[in-house]
DNA sequence: CTGATCTACAACCATTTGGTTGTACGTTAT
DNA sequence: ATAACGTACAACCAAATGGTTGTAGATCAG
């Protein structure tokens, strides 16, 4: 997934990857440090293969990154992914920043008819 | 939905809601004007009650809020809502950070034994 | 009063999601 | 070579999601 100039889908992937504690929770290990999938299946009370598919969630919303190290999948933290969410927000922020201009405006507008 | 001291459900109620172009679009909207259910209804090739709905997922996540006004129901959006998932993000970037932080440590530490 | 408008909500349907178990295959260790 | 380990993937299931239509209650306009 290309992380800049994100279209629909793709930020429909990052938000709804972020929908699910479980997958916080791995984005925030494999953050600080590395697991392969066995390694984070072992921390969840849930199937080796749920655990295999958050992952798969994650890695299509580019949150993370597999890295084959011999029969081992290495699960790493993507920044790029993140920083893609961030932006967005701060494009809403943004709005609100427009909304707040206007409305100063409106307020300091020289009054014509009364 | 308290907005601060979210708990895993509410953060899933907002990344759940933004997973949506239809209601990441409204919360647009209603960020810099004035809508009615209806008035927003009219903006998207779906039915009323479908957008109702999306109305109904943004209010449960605080992301927008209604007000009755004669027949119609006004829809604004809640800054409230947009700060806390923004706090969050930044929390993952603070984790990144740290991580950053450690690696730098790891690097500068002094050599003991080769 | 009557009709049009706005909203709410139930019932239904197809698809997606989050979980399961089972099977197969490459890799490591004994 | 064989057993154990790590992964991938298919098939299945229940619940949630995103949409529909239909019905009913308020409110506003003529």
Chains 1, 2 share one sequence.
Do not use: C
């Not at 999938?37 to 009370?45: M, N, P």
Request: glycine share 6%; charged share 30%.
């Amino acid at each position: 997934m290309v992380v800049d100039q994100l279209d629909d889908t793709g930020i429909d992937r990052l938000f709804q990857a972020l929908a699910d504690p479980t997958r916080r929770d791995i984005v925030r290990r494999v953050t600080l440090g590395e697991y392969s999938v066995s390694g984070l299946a072992a921390l969840y009370a849930m199937s080796f293969a749920a655990v295999q598919k958050h992952v798969a969630v994650l890695e299509r919303a580019s949150l993370v990154s597999k890295e084959k190290r011999g029969r081992e999948q290495i699960v790493r933290g993507n920044h790029e992914g993140l920083q893609s969410v961030r932006r967005l927000l701060d494009e809403y922020e943004e709005i609100w920043r427009q909304r707040a201009a206007r409305i100063a405006d409106i307020l300091a507008e020289e009054p014509k008819n009364n």
